[in-house]
């Protein structure tokens, strides 16, 4: 039987590895080693056996672990060796998983969402707006509950208070909570059931009615065009973000984010990365003429250089979406919006009869096929020319208007 405890804390300190050995290892007894690497490396090491071979199993590194702790470790592993279990499988389980799901709250599950689905794949914006519903409506009231606690009542409870205020609020706090539930279950953290489920289709959080963006008549285009080239209130920052966001058809956010290095004039191509799309494709924008003008006049008149936003609002951030709705509206005299500007895109050129349905809806919705199938076999077209032609043909009748 092998002498126990042949270690102690000043030998394991003082142990080396003599030169020209790749390691040594130093033994306590009972199946434990201290091994010393040549590179300064210091680690513990169980030996276990089975059917007459030995298996090493690591325990972790010196002096992160001391010699007790080792010890106690290795007691331990032993125990399951015995039970059939190998230690390192046991060790990789419980570092994976949640064994004790109620250790696993609602707030430490939101946070693990944040950090590992949506701060790597979402824009500033929408990382600012989860963070924002979570803190004003679910910290104060599940932050503490341990999820699997989380069921149909208590989160019925919760969004019946933020419904009776604001409806729209409460389906997108719905939408988080139920994303929430899918992420910790897809990471296998979380074996309960996601109450977002049992509330589909429940009257008492009923999603409002749709209001659909108010956009600009056919018939005012030229009017308010006439406006915006008269217009002394607001900057030539905004007269010209408001023209080009209105002759491409672009997203507000899409744009407002531009900087002059996205620009290549020699195309006449904005090309807006993944990160600013609302889909996380990057895109190739054609601009046509009269838009490269306004541009390029911008340009000259800020000395715009490659790191600056083309946009520029307060503080050197973009031009924000109240600061062009507002201006907007002002010239229009009603509710008109600047995502209403995509509505009257299609509108028009679709009543051209001159384009694809396809190629128009490849401009605003920066999906350039209705299908999986179809992209794989497209490959990495973008029907950009035939876009150029949309934009410019769009472009040349609110001219004329």
């Keep these: 039987m092998a002498k126990q405890n042949l270690l102690n804390n ?37 030996r276990l056996y089975k059917d007459g071979k030995g298996y090493a199993r690591g ?9 007790a702790e080792a010890r106690q470790s290795r007691d331990l592993y032993k125990k399951l060796w015995e039970q059939g279990i190998d230690p390192m499988i046991a060790k990789l389980k419980d570092k994976n998983s949640i064994t004790n799901q109620t250790d696993l709250t609602f707030d430490k599950a939101y946070n693990i969402y944040l950090t590992k689905k949506v701060v790597p794949n979402l824009s500033d914006k929408t990382i600012k707006r989860t963070k924002e519903f979570y803190e004003k409506y679910l910290k104060a009231s599940l932050g503490k509950l341990p999820l699997i606690d989380v069921n ?5 409870s919760v969004l019946e208070k933020v419904h009776s205020k604001a ?3 409460a389906m997108k706090v719905k939408s988080l909570v139920n994303q929430i539930f899918i992420h910790m279950k897809e990471k296998r953290m979380f074996k309960g059931a996601n109450p977002t489920l049992e509330l589909k289709g429940n009257s008492l959080i009923a999603p409002p009615k749709t209001n659909h963006f108010s956009h600009l008549a056919e018939h005012r285009v030229g009017e308010f065009l006439n406006a915006l080239d008269k217009d002394r209130k607001s900057s030539l920052i905004i007269q010209t973000f408001l023209y080009v966001v209105m002759v491409t058809g672009l997203r507000t956010g ?6 002059w290095s996205w620009l290549d004039s020699k195309t ?6 993944s990160l600013h799309m609302k889909g996380r494709v990057s895109f190739r924008c054609p601009l046509p003429t009269q838009a490269i003008v306004k541009l390029n006049a911008l340009k000259t008149f800020l000395n715009g250089k490659s790191k600056d936003y083309i946009f520029e609002g307060n503080k050197g951030k973009p031009i924000s979406d109240a600061t062009a709705r507002l201006c907007l509206q002002r010239l229009t005299g009603d509710k008109t919006t600047v995502h209403g500007f995509r509505t009257l895109f299609n509108i028009v050129v679709s009543k051209m009869n001159k384009f694809e349905i396809e190629k128009i809806e490849s401009q605003l919705t920066h999906a350039f096929t209705s299908t999986d199938i179809r992209k794989v076999y497209m490959g990495k077209e973008d029907y950009l020319e035939d ?3 949309i934009v410019q043909a769009y472009e040349d009748w609110c001219d004329k208007q």
Excluded: M, Q
């Design 167 to 169: 409806p729209s609020s």
């Design 10 to 46: 000043l030998t394991v300190k003082n142990a080396t590895c003599p030169k020209g050995k790749l390691h040594k290892d130093f033994s306590d007894g009972g199946n434990l080693l201290h091994r010393r690497y040549a590179d300064g490396r210091k680690a513990w090491i169980v």
């Design 59 to 67: 325990v972790g590194s010196y002096p992160t672990v001391s010699l």
């Design 152 to 156: 149909d009542e208590i989160l019925l």
């Design 268 to 273: 006449n191509t904005l090309h807006i990365p």
């Design 387 to 389: 876009r150029r032609k």
């Design 254 to 259: 899409s744009l407002a984010n531009a900087k």
